[in-house]
Protein backbone atom coordinates (compact mmCIF):
# COMPACT_ATOMS: atom_id res chain seq x y z
CA UNK A 1 0.00 0.00 0.00
CA UNK A 2 0.94 3.47 -0.61
CA UNK A 3 2.33 5.54 2.00
CA UNK A 4 0.36 9.35 2.43
CA UNK A 5 1.52 12.19 4.79
CA UNK A 6 -0.36 13.77 6.54
CA UNK A 7 1.60 17.41 6.59
CA UNK A 8 1.00 19.64 3.49
CA UNK A 9 4.19 20.64 1.20
CA UNK A 10 5.14 23.29 -0.72
CA UNK A 11 6.05 22.78 -4.75
CA UNK A 12 9.49 23.53 -3.37
CA UNK A 13 9.49 21.39 -0.65
CA UNK A 14 8.28 18.52 -2.68
CA UNK A 15 10.74 19.51 -5.47
CA UNK A 16 13.98 19.29 -3.27
CA UNK A 17 12.77 15.95 -1.30
CA UNK A 18 11.97 13.77 -4.45
CA UNK A 19 15.23 14.59 -5.15
CA UNK A 20 17.00 13.51 -1.84
CA UNK A 21 14.54 10.87 -1.32
CA UNK A 22 16.69 7.45 -2.42
CA UNK A 23 14.27 5.14 -2.08
CA UNK A 24 11.03 5.80 -3.07
CA UNK A 25 9.25 7.57 -5.99
CA UNK A 26 7.16 10.06 -4.81
CA UNK A 27 4.29 12.39 -5.81
CA UNK A 28 2.32 14.96 -4.68
CA UNK A 29 -1.56 15.04 -4.40
CA UNK A 30 -3.15 17.68 -3.79
CA UNK A 31 -0.41 19.09 -1.27
CA UNK A 32 0.41 15.58 0.27
CA UNK A 33 3.48 13.33 -0.51
CA UNK A 34 2.32 9.90 -1.33
CA UNK A 35 4.86 7.18 -2.39
CA UNK A 36 4.40 4.78 -5.19
CA UNK A 37 4.12 1.78 -3.81
CA UNK A 38 6.34 -1.63 -4.84
CA UNK A 39 4.91 -3.34 -8.14
CA UNK A 40 4.88 -7.28 -8.75
CA UNK A 41 6.50 -8.56 -10.69
CA UNK A 42 4.05 -8.96 -13.27
CA UNK A 43 3.73 -5.09 -13.67
CA UNK A 44 7.56 -4.95 -13.99
CA UNK A 45 7.60 -7.51 -17.19
CA UNK A 46 4.95 -5.44 -19.08
CA UNK A 47 6.57 -1.85 -18.25
CA UNK A 48 9.78 -3.54 -19.51
CA UNK A 49 8.37 -5.50 -22.55
CA UNK A 50 6.37 -1.68 -23.39
CA UNK A 51 9.26 0.20 -23.01
CA UNK A 52 11.57 -1.86 -25.27
CA UNK A 53 8.51 -2.25 -27.78
CA UNK A 54 7.55 1.44 -28.09
CA UNK A 55 11.78 2.98 -27.28
CA UNK A 56 12.11 0.38 -30.92
CA UNK A 57 9.22 2.56 -32.82
CA UNK A 58 10.52 6.14 -31.91
CA UNK A 59 12.81 8.39 -33.47
CA UNK A 60 15.47 9.15 -30.54
CA UNK A 61 15.70 12.50 -32.38
CA UNK A 62 12.22 13.37 -31.77
CA UNK A 63 11.40 11.51 -28.77
CA UNK A 64 12.59 9.92 -25.07
CA UNK A 65 10.96 8.09 -22.83
CA UNK A 66 10.96 8.14 -18.62
CA UNK A 67 9.78 4.64 -16.98
CA UNK A 68 8.95 5.40 -13.78
CA UNK A 69 10.72 9.07 -13.51
CA UNK A 70 9.40 11.74 -15.08
CA UNK A 71 7.40 13.95 -12.89
CA UNK A 72 3.88 15.38 -14.87
CA UNK A 73 3.00 18.63 -12.97
CA UNK A 74 -0.80 19.74 -13.05
CA UNK A 75 -0.77 22.30 -10.67
CA UNK A 76 1.21 23.39 -7.76
CA UNK A 77 0.30 21.14 -5.37
CA UNK A 78 -0.12 17.92 -7.60
CA UNK A 79 2.68 16.14 -9.85
CA UNK A 80 2.51 12.76 -10.46
CA UNK A 81 4.69 10.07 -11.59
CA UNK A 82 3.39 7.55 -14.65
CA UNK A 83 4.74 4.61 -15.32
CA UNK A 84 5.48 5.37 -19.17
CA UNK A 85 6.06 8.86 -20.72
CA UNK A 86 7.05 9.63 -24.02
CA UNK A 87 8.67 13.12 -24.22
CA UNK A 88 9.38 15.33 -26.87
CA UNK A 89 13.33 15.92 -26.88
CA UNK A 90 12.74 19.78 -27.07
CA UNK A 91 11.29 19.35 -23.70
CA UNK A 92 14.27 17.08 -22.45
CA UNK A 93 16.83 19.59 -24.06
CA UNK A 94 15.32 22.19 -21.92
CA UNK A 95 16.00 20.15 -18.86
CA UNK A 96 19.48 19.49 -19.73
CA UNK A 97 20.13 23.07 -19.19
CA UNK A 98 19.74 22.42 -15.07
CA UNK A 99 20.20 18.65 -15.32
CA UNK A 100 20.69 18.43 -11.13
CA UNK A 101 16.64 19.85 -11.51
CA UNK A 102 13.60 17.44 -10.95
CA UNK A 103 12.43 15.36 -14.36
CA UNK A 104 9.41 17.70 -14.41
CA UNK A 105 7.23 18.99 -17.28
CA UNK A 106 3.76 20.98 -17.19
CA UNK A 107 3.56 21.04 -21.21
CA UNK A 108 1.33 18.64 -22.19
CA UNK A 109 3.04 14.98 -23.47
CA UNK A 110 2.17 12.95 -26.58
CA UNK A 111 1.69 9.69 -24.49
CA UNK A 112 1.28 8.78 -20.43
CA UNK A 113 0.71 5.21 -19.92
CA UNK A 114 -0.51 3.93 -16.60
CA UNK A 115 -0.46 0.31 -16.03
CA UNK A 116 -2.42 -1.52 -13.68
CA UNK A 117 -1.56 -3.95 -10.88
CA UNK A 118 -2.89 -5.61 -7.81
CA UNK A 119 -0.94 -3.18 -5.52
CA UNK A 120 -2.39 -0.02 -6.76
CA UNK A 121 -5.55 -1.35 -8.06
CA UNK A 122 -7.92 1.04 -9.05
CA UNK A 123 -6.82 3.80 -6.50
CA UNK A 124 -3.99 4.74 -8.12
CA UNK A 125 -5.82 5.61 -11.80
CA UNK A 126 -9.12 7.35 -11.57
CA UNK A 127 -7.75 10.68 -9.98
CA UNK A 128 -5.22 10.74 -12.45
CA UNK A 129 -7.06 10.58 -15.30
CA UNK A 130 -8.65 13.82 -14.92
CA UNK A 131 -5.67 15.34 -14.29
CA UNK A 132 -3.63 13.92 -17.37
CA UNK A 133 -6.50 15.51 -19.57
CA UNK A 134 -6.34 19.05 -17.64
CA UNK A 135 -2.86 18.57 -18.34
CA UNK A 136 -3.86 18.40 -21.97
CA UNK A 137 -1.55 15.05 -22.65
CA UNK A 138 -2.23 13.78 -26.35
CA UNK A 139 -3.14 10.28 -25.40
CA UNK A 140 -3.63 8.61 -21.95
CA UNK A 141 -3.31 4.61 -21.86
CA UNK A 142 -4.68 2.47 -19.44
CA UNK A 143 -3.47 -0.89 -19.48
CA UNK A 144 -5.02 -3.91 -17.83
CA UNK A 145 -2.55 -6.29 -18.33
CA UNK A 146 -4.65 -9.13 -16.94
CA UNK A 147 -7.95 -8.48 -18.72
CA UNK A 148 -5.54 -8.07 -22.37
CA UNK A 149 -7.43 -4.22 -22.76
CA UNK A 150 -5.70 -0.59 -22.88
CA UNK A 151 -8.19 1.75 -22.61
CA UNK A 152 -7.25 5.43 -24.50
CA UNK A 153 -8.00 8.47 -24.18
CA UNK A 154 -7.47 10.77 -27.12
CA UNK A 155 -7.63 14.44 -26.80
CA UNK A 156 -9.53 16.24 -29.71
CA UNK A 157 -9.00 19.32 -31.55
CA UNK A 158 -11.33 21.44 -29.40
CA UNK A 159 -9.77 19.90 -26.26
CA UNK A 160 -12.33 16.63 -25.55
CA UNK A 161 -11.25 13.86 -25.07
CA UNK A 162 -12.38 10.60 -26.74
CA UNK A 163 -11.95 7.19 -24.92
CA UNK A 164 -11.84 4.04 -26.81
CA UNK A 165 -11.48 0.40 -25.15
CA UNK A 166 -9.51 -2.24 -27.18
CA UNK A 167 -9.62 -5.90 -26.14
CA UNK A 168 -6.71 -7.10 -27.76
CA UNK A 169 -5.06 -7.18 -31.09
CA UNK A 170 -2.52 -3.62 -32.32
CA UNK A 171 -3.21 -0.27 -31.07
CA UNK A 172 -1.64 2.31 -32.88
CA UNK A 173 -1.05 5.44 -31.04
CA UNK A 174 -2.26 8.25 -32.94
CA UNK A 175 -0.19 10.94 -31.51
CA UNK A 176 3.15 9.65 -32.54
CA UNK A 177 2.85 7.68 -35.98
CA UNK A 178 4.05 4.61 -36.09
CA UNK A 179 4.04 3.75 -32.31
CA UNK A 180 1.79 0.88 -31.26
CA UNK A 181 1.45 -2.26 -29.13
CA UNK A 182 0.07 -6.15 -29.92
CA UNK A 183 -1.77 -6.40 -26.49
CA UNK A 184 -2.06 -10.05 -27.37
CA UNK A 185 2.18 -10.35 -27.33
CA UNK A 186 2.33 -8.92 -24.43
CA UNK A 187 3.09 -10.31 -20.68
CA UNK A 188 0.36 -11.17 -18.06
Do not use: C
Request: aromatic share 10%; hydrophobic share 35%.
Amino acid sequence: MATTTTVRVSEAEYREFALGDKTGDWELVDGLLREKPAMTFGHGRVIYELTVRIANQLDPNAYAMRINHARLRVSSGTYYVPDLAVIPVALEQRNLATPRALDAYSEPLPLVIEIWSPSTGDYDFDPKLPDYQQRGDLEIWYIHPYERTLTAWRRESHGTYRESLYRGGMVQAESIPGVGVDLDTLPE
